[in-house]
């Protein structure tokens, strides 16, 4: 069964960058045919898709986000990582990783990660 | 753009549940519904608007294409209590509705 785990700060200051990872178990990145997805959560905003990459190196960003969202992978430890730089208060969040079923980005979102609460407060 | 309609319901369990999801443009069918209960992640529950999905409840069901699309849930039980959101596939950026508020009474 495949499981996604998202680790990384809680808190960020304003202007700061925003490192989260997401740790995946039951699937390879390296050999994976999926898409693999960020998507946030806030009160005000609803449901918000960050960007979606695919291991083999495709890589889309919500162009909402102005260039500040960047998304890689690191095959040798199984994760993939998002960087949101510049962060206001606007981006505290409830930030999930999350998979494509078959169809790449195309598909639904099969499987999600539970979820990390990031706050942006100085 | 997807408008989800309403954003509550309240029913009984011997009503129906009806929620809809409109695009601002056709997405053919690639539209999917996911069911979110309060602190746990989004789960899907239909998929390319009335695929069902192993393990979900047949009294879930879904219908539309293009630009309209519907959630329907018959007979509902206390466990549907929850938030559904619906999702677009068809185009980046991939964008959901705004959610619907189901409460069982």
């Known amino acids: 069964q495949l499981q996604l785990q998202e680790s990384g700060p809680g808190l960020a200051k304003p202007s700061e960058t925003l490192s989260l990872t997401c740790s995946v178990s039951?699937?390879?990145?390296?050999?994976?045919?999926?898409?693999w997805d960020w998507i946030r959560q806030s009160p005000g905003k609803g449901l918000e898709w960050i960007g979606t990459?695919?291991?083999?190196?495709?890589?889309y960003t919500n162009l909402s986000l102005k260039s500040r969202a960047s998304i890689s992978v690191d095959t040798s430890k199984n994760q993939f990582s998002l960087e949101l730089r510049s962060v206001t208060a606007a981006d505290t969040a409830v930030y999930h990783c999350?998979?494509?079923?078959?169809?790449?980005?195309?598909?639904?979102?099969?499987?999600w990660g539970r979820g990390i609460l990031v706050t942006v407060s100085s | 753009v997807l408008t989800q309609s309403p954003d509550f319901q309240s029913v009984s369990p011997k009503e129906k549940v009806t929620i809809t999801c409109r695009a601002s443009?056709?997405?053919?069918?690639?539209l999917h519904w996911y069911q979110q209960k309060p602190d746990q992640s989004p789960k899907l529950i239909m998929k390319f608007a009335s695929q069902s999905i192993s393990g979900v409840p047949s009294r879930f069901s879904g219908s539309g294409s293009g630009t309209d699309f519907t959630l329907t849930i018959n007979s509902p039980e206390p466990e549907d209590a929850a938030t559904y959101f619906c999702?677009?596939?068809?185009?980046?950026?991939?964008?959901f509705g705004g959610g619907t508020k189901v409460e069982i009474k």
């Open positions: 990459m695919y291991s083999g190196g495709n890589t």
């Open positions: 443009q056709s997405i053919g069918n690639s």
């Open positions: 999702h677009q596939s068809s185009s980046l950026p991939l964008t």
């Open positions: 039951g699937d390879s990145l390296s050999r994976s045919t999926y898409y």
């Open positions: 999350a998979r494509h079923s078959a169809r790449g980005w195309q598909g639904d979102l099969e499987y």
